[in-house]
């Protein structure tokens, strides 16, 4: 049965009220991941440049393909090949599970303890258009954004990089090339006094092909941000 997208949100609204919070990998009721099996989470522990997966000391990418991406480096929550992170990140983008914001931030910000130079960094999600926000009622990257900001007490910018394009989802776009020419020219800087000189982590729930996060990349480039690194719950 194929639902029109306010039947199925509102379907899932109600399936959401029949059945109670149960953790998705043990079961034990009242969160959606409990305690013990978040800190059980294996987090990405290699560091590589993530365009040729060559070993470095950080998640920055390697020399040789620094003309490959406007990104200096990606850090990566987790595999996207652990399940229990598999089933979250699909419940809190296509279920329209808000409260998996918070245990998917905290993979984000593990992996952001001892980052160097950390607090000169400014905060950006990548952005939704304003008719797919309103739809889906919040931007998930937005919230792990904001999770992250406010941990290490670092400045949010959430209304200076615009999706300016209503794009056709990456995920049903298939080979690479054509997801690069989907998203090309989506995204927009209309506050570039706010960008100019700062050194940027752009956040976003998963990356694929990092097609969505160079665009962006390039976009804050060229309204003059210093350095722009993204970081994403898991690398699809
Ligand atoms: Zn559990
Ligand atoms: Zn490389």
């Given amino acids: 049965m194929i639902l029109k997208p306010h039947l199925q949100k509102f379907s899932v609204y109600i399936l959401d009220l029949l059945f109670p919070i149960e953790c998705i990998s043990c079961g034990e009721e009242g969160k959606w991941i ?22 470095g000391k950080t998640s920055r990418i390697c020399f040789d393909c620094r003309n490959k991406s406007y990104l200096s480096g990606l850090v990566i929550g987790v595999p996207y090949s652990d399940s229990v992170i598999k089933k979250a990140v699909h419940l809190f983008k296509y279920r329209f599970l808000q409260d998996l914001a918070d245990p998917l931030a905290e993979i984000l910000i593990k992996q952001f303890n001892g980052f160097a130079g950390l607090k000169d960094f400014v905060v950006i999600p990548v952005p939704l258009h304003k008719k797919r926000r309103r739809w889906r009622g919040f931007n998930q990257s937005a919230l792990l954004a904001s999770a992250l900001a406010k941990r290490y007490g670092l400045k949010l910018l959430d209304d200076a990089l615009v999706r300016t394009k209503n794009t056709i989802p990456q995920v049903e776009v298939a080979d690479r090339r054509k997801r690069i020419d989907n998203i090309k020219n989506a995204f927009g800087v209309i506050k570039s006094e706010s960008i100019k000189d700062k050194k940027i982590i752009l956040v976003d729930d998963v990356a694929t092909t990092m097609a969505t996060l160079d665009e962006c990349a390039r976009v804050l480039r060229l309204a003059g941000a210093k350095e722009v690194w993204a970081t994403v719950v898991a690398r699809g």
């Fill in 34 to 55: 409990c305690a013990h099996c978040l800190a059980a989470i294996k987090l990405n522990a290699e560091d590589h440049c993530p365009i040729c997966a060559r070993e």
